[in-house]
């Protein structure tokens, strides 16, 4: 509960670094307008990210008559930020300077019955040997890895992966060990980093309070008040996918009945397309399945129609849930389901909302989906060892302005 | 999104004086440590808040061998607060002193029919009288309002009034001219004012994610983070009452189906008890009805038994939504209902919660009643009114040392 100054300058560095990599070069005038900070506030602050090294003077800006305006840039010529996406099938690499310009990207397949850590831990010495090998010398500032399930951040344990049936793994620990690492690894779920990746580069950007609601093969919600990601307690808020939506409805994978994930997941959607055409749908592989789906809908296809209707249905009474607690002015609606079928469910969603939330958080609402154009998930581990370096102003400033 | 640091100060110095008000005379040592600021800071708040006329030094401690401390209380002589709290059937008072000490409590009975603006604060004007002729000359600091519906705080308007069937009122106004009140007034919901009270006097007080939920004729929650109060982007957060435990479910009064008030409101559980007990409740007489009830189930009676654990049962689908959503480490029950019948709900509130909430998130859980020693909804509408009185120090503070 205790707040510091510090506290403050790294929310307001966060701030400001935000709006120089959206919108770049810029001077340090327009930042405090689009902050909302004072111009000597944003002006100390760019200093500390200058002495940093994670911001640059790119040049100079004529302004109508007066001296000309420092342009400031991120810096480019930086360390790199690492974003990891450990899942069942995959575990996905990107590198990024500090424009979050991609600088390499590596894939390893994993195998479904490679469950083990050190399995996990071989795929990633793998692909980050690659990524060393792209980046050259150029030093790594930080990495960032995503896992399913409960993590506790602080520990760098994951708690518990259901997919995996893991319990209480060191992960940070063995990552570390494992690749004789000398720089900083933050680890979180996927829920946690789409949405720290909304908050820096995407459609959170600058929002209060901010929902992402996340579809895939599960379902979850990550949070954001101020522009900070909301963890809750044990770092478990947003298990929107297991809030009850009907206590006698179908079984969820959790094992309980009716969770909003046993209808709008992607098993079921797909199992209820199956319902719906009469015919069995194919669901191991999910992804191509979906695909089908969303083309089914585009020709106007009777079954297809009527599963989308549906499911937009019951993910409406999920999200007016969420809003009528949390009452956000942005849900973002994000994860490959949306990828493939956003567009189908979204105007539906709409339909439905005004029947389940009430007016006054209506009103405050815009609801839209991610715009897919960067991986989300890996951006925003990224993001999270953005965060983490810049935690380090606070003693570079110190040091030097006494 | 913009941090300041006289938000930092406001926060730390509300802090400092729910420790000092919960535990006085005590030292600036002794509020350091459990606020988790250092010494130097609280000294400087502290003198901030002497400068108010908030506090004042009481006499001296010995401390094993150093110098004595001075020892701190809230100025008992100051100005005081007042806390109205606006209803279909009363409007309430209480005068409260900086120790929270009640100076006077005055009720005034409104009638059902009489759901104008000017008839309430016809009530509301003779309330104050009495109020004004019992604080004598003793200056009034803030004035907090709680009022039913959807409140927009900045505009001081009731936005929505269900029960009255109110749009868009500006009560605010209204008051003040009608009183002709030269001294702030704060308006908000009583889910908000009882959020506030827990936060200030009640179990909130030091818990950085917390819950009230709010058992009534309708039910609501009260969300705060880090201390403060968490409205939402429209002042609708916690509208949780109209969150669907069952799209098909019985009508609620706002017209849906299924909302959880449509279960666990006190209508929805007097007609419980009447279908579980094959015979008519009385209604009309709600608060007595329910006590019938409590007494029933403390003599063991089957269907009080029987509506008690119904009741529980859907309790727990609506709060473990909330948890898994929200991931609190505190959730309070309060409410008239919990009043009465909250001793017979909780054990059994318990038992159905680990069949609904993630295992992270009810580790990190507790579950507790109201001690219901003090009228929060009032004594929450006073806390707005201390809060605006506190946002004062900085200019204070400022003027003064330079």
């Given amino acids: 509960m205790k707040s510091t100054s510090r506290d403050i300058r790294i929310r307001n560095c966060f701030s400001v670094l935000r709006h120089l990599i959206a919108d770049y070069p810029t001077s340090r005038q327009y930042l405090a307008r689009e902050t909302d900070l004072s111009v000597a506030t944003v002006s100390n602050l760019v200093s500390d990210l200058i002495e940093l090294g994670v911001v640059v003077e790119v040049g100079l800006e004529r302004s109508g008559g007066g001296r000309p305006r420092a342009l400031l840039a991120p810096n480019a010529g930086s360390g790199a930020l ?38 996990l831990l071989d795929h990633i010495a793998t692909g980050m040997a690659a990524v060393r090998e792209h980046l050259g010398g150029r030093p790594i500032l930080g990495i960032g890895v995503s896992l399913p399930g409960q993590v506790d951040v602080a520990g760098g344990i994951s708690v518990f992966a259901p997919n995996w049936n893991w319990h209480d793994v060191a992960f940070k620990r063995l990552l570390t060990e494992r690749l ?47 522009g900070d990601l909301y963890r809750g307690a044990s770092n478990s808020a947003g298990e929107w996918g297991h809030a009850t939506v009907d206590p006698d409805g179908p079984r969820c994978r959790c094992g309980r009945n009716g969770c909003i994930e046993a209808y709008v997941g992607a098993p079921a959607i797909l199992r209820r397309w199956g319902e719906l055409a009469g015919r069995p749908v194919e669901e191991q592989a999910q992804e191509k399945a979906m695909e089908t789906l969303a083309q089914a809908w585009k020709a106007g296809e009777d079954s297809a129609v009527r599963t989308v209707e ?14 009528n607690i949390v009452n956000p002015e942005l849900v973002v609606l994000t994860g490959w389901v949306t990828g493939v079928l956003g567009e189908a469910l979204l105007p539906e969603l709409e339909r439905h909302l005004p029947e389940r939330v009430l007016n006054a958080a209506l009103k405050a609402l815009r609801v839209k989906l991610d715009e897919q154009s960067r991986n989300m998930v890996i951006l925003g581990a990224a993001a999270l060892a953005l965060e983490g370096h810049l935690n380090l102003i606070n003693t570079v400033g110190s040091r030097s302005r006494p």
Same sequence: chains 1, 2.
Avoid at 87 to 110: N, Q
Avoid at 310 to 323: C, E, K, P, Q, S
Wanted: glycine fraction near 12%; charged fraction near 20%; proline fraction near 2%.
């Fill in 180 to 226: 004789e690492l000398d720089v900083p690894v933050y680890l979180d779920n996927s829920l946690k980093t789409v949405t720290a990746g909304e908050l820096w580069f995407g459609d959170g950007r600058g929002v209060d309070r901010l929902a992402v609601v996340l579809l895939g093969t599960g379902v979850g919600v990550g949070l954001a008040f101020g």
């Fill in 82 to 119: 690492i974003g990891i996406d450990v899942a069942s099938t995959y575990v996905k690499f990107e590198a990024y300077d500090l424009t979050l310009t991609v600088l390499c990207r590596i894939e390893e397949h994993v195998d479904l019955s490679e469950d083990m850590p050190e399995q």
């Fill in 310 to 323: 549906a499911i937009a249905r019951d993910l409406a009474v999920g999200v007016a849930n969420l809003v």
